[in-house]
């Protein structure tokens, strides 16, 4: 009997844990066992201390209320934001080329905003021809499985 109630007393623990941590939300129950155990799984005194970690809980989480952006204005000046509507597209060119890795992941040069123009040009041409062998590398493996 005293083996089913420490049971039960860790499920309510553990689902109350996972409560809290889930729906950072106050939340108000109280769970009883079945009458078969005679038990309950926490008494008043632990409700009210649930209640009030749940309290402090929802507190904290207003407190830390994720900050917005205010609204964009266009009569601001600010006429370098892009705009991109369905449909279009927007080249990243400033960014440099992705990288197509042997498995089949992308990656960016790191430094590309450092090198010069002619290096720019160069990784470029290196860059695509050697993506485009790993493309046609990747497809044969995959058409392979």
Known sequence: HQNNHNTMRQICVKAILFLIMVTKHTVSFAVQSS???GGSCSSNED?????????ADTQKANEEALLQLPPS?????NNNI????FGEAMK???LGPIILNTDGTTRRIDNWDTLTEREREVTWRRIKKRNE?????????QEQK
């Open 92 to 94: 990243l060119d400033h």
């Open 82 to 85: 892009k705009t991109l509507k």
């Open 35 to 37: 009458s078969t155990t």
């Open 47 to 55: 409700n009210k201390n649930t209640e009030k970690a749940l309290d």
């Open 73 to 77: 204005n266009p009569d601001d000046g």
């Open 133 to 141: 062998e790993r493309r046609k590398i990747l497809e044969q493996q």
